[in-house]
């Protein structure tokens, strides 16, 4: 399907990505490049790619795919770095976890050429980062969702599509300002609580201990909370105007939750705790869509 | 080591234990009181207990090891239910969540007898309730955290300890009131607000969109959100200052977040989310203590 992918960028999502894509047999030849040579030397060692790229330009040179796998607040600079070998018919792609700014650095840097630009946010992750943790499976039974511009080369929306379908993911579209408000609800800001909620157990006086009774739903609560520094400062920078939407609207909830338990409104308490409950009892991961997000 | 246990309150943390009794050999027979006559049917039915008492006193009587399983707020009734038959050398316990509570109540009904209560909070549990969810394992591997008062005969306290760790807990001791801290910070403030965001997102317009976006690390999350609504009800209301207190740390540590969000401060930010990363990542579910809770 593809002679060449570009890699820009050799962390755990553009590894996983290189590996997926030649497990399925969809890629003739991998070039990659990573800020740090080191980097890049090992994903070579690995076998994540073929070649090493001197710079992320050379890595597009001769590709017919690339994906942009660096971090959020970097992609202007790498947009800057390659304009000159975006070329129509070659698909380039992105992994980031924010939309809205990467497609308005797109639109500024790339200008026209823009539509060869399809903007990927693959729902997947791990805890821990680097090309050490690449996976051929990552993207399996994993949700992306892709978000087009009006102007975006519609050939290149299906031959995304169906690079991302082969390495078992299942693909969604919507606008870049519906994805980030999205994210910002179920992604982003459950992030930035687990951030504040472990900090806040942990930097208290009797916190070392307290931590030593916690149990397994702290455990799953926290999880999150573990996430790679770089990676999260980037996302809530750059979606935080959702991000602190989504925060007033928990907070609002949570100031109802206290209202009632400092009132001693034990119904209206346990009224509220049984919606949460029951909405969170049905909710499936992954559940069949009706109709699609709008 | 027991010849009769009294299991007040058939549902899964009463019947978990005494599942776990029997199968350890320790008990020869279990007389089993719940409040609704088809709860006690369907233990008998499963084997969970082996006679049904027609009240709670009645489940008491020739009992030389009593489990007092109800929710937090039930447990003043019950004391007053069984007060007569509290006896010295009968190990009397407890299963709830919070304990400063519970022992006030003890205090208060049982006067002298409080001696033979030795006040216990098993870290175990399921997001299912009910007697159907037993399971003699439920506690294998566990901490449980026992509150003895001052007056509390020490030889019951042996005996509880020893009951607990033959189904494989791990027992700690620490005060009623060290105890409701910890829990405020490492079980139910994590609750607290698991339920007000999910409510958050699932009630906004878009809300059924967003869900159907939700990855892995919102699952994890959002887990303890479907706890049993009146379990937590109660837990919420008895423990409510520690709870509160609690909370206004979170919500500090959420606004420093939120202050360099807003001033775009990155390597604040970032330092503030690397300590968090850092501290999440260190920690380890059961990890061996030194010199013990204070």
């Avoid at 992105?94 to 939309?99: I, L, Q, R």
Wanted: include cysteine; aromatic fraction near 6%.
């Amino acid at each position: 399907m593809f002679n060449q992918l570009g890699l820009i960028g050799c962390g755990l999502m553009g590894g996983s990505f290189a590996l997926a894509l030649k497990r399925a047999g969809l890629v003739k030849r991998v070039v990659g490049y990573s800020k740090s040579p080191s980097t890049t030397e090992r994903a070579r060692k690995l076998g994540v790619i073929d070649v090493v790229a001197e710079s992320a330009l050379l890595a597009v040179a001769g590709s017919d795919i690339v994906l942009i796998a660096v971090p959020v607040a970097a992609s202007e600079s790498t947009f800057k770095a390659i304009r000159h070998l975006v070329e129509p018919g070659v698909l380039f792609m992105d992994v980031g976890s924010t939309k809205r700014e990467v497609v308005d650095a797109a639109r500024r840097v790339l200008k026209d050429r823009v539509t060869s630009f399809v903007p990927a946010h693959p729902i997947a992750g791990k805890e821990v980062a680097g090309i050490d943790h690449a996976d051929a499976q990552l993207y399996q039974g994993r949700q992306v969702i892709l978000t087009p511009l009006p102007q975006t080369d519609a050939a290149l929306v299906q031959k995304a599509t169906d690079a991302w379908s082969a390495v078992g993911s299942q693909v969604l579209k919507m606008t870049p300002e519906n994805h980030d408000a999205a994210f910002a609800a179920v992604s982003h800001l459950p992030h930035l609580l687990a951030f504040a909620f472990f900090g806040a157990v942990a930097r208290q006086p009797a916190g070392r201990d307290f931590l030593s009774l916690a149990g397994p739903g702290f455990r799953d609560f926290t999880r999150i909370a573990a996430s790679e520094p770089t990676v999260w400062r980037d996302i809530l920078l750059s979606n935080r105007e959702e991000v602190l939407k989504q925060s007033q609207r928990f907070r609002h909830a949570l100031d109802a939750l206290e209202h009632v338990m400092r009132s001693g409104n034990a119904e209206a308490l346990e009224e509220m705790i049984r919606q949460a409950s029951q909405d969170r009892a049905d909710w499936q991961m992954n559940a069949p869509r009706h109709g699609g997000p709008r």
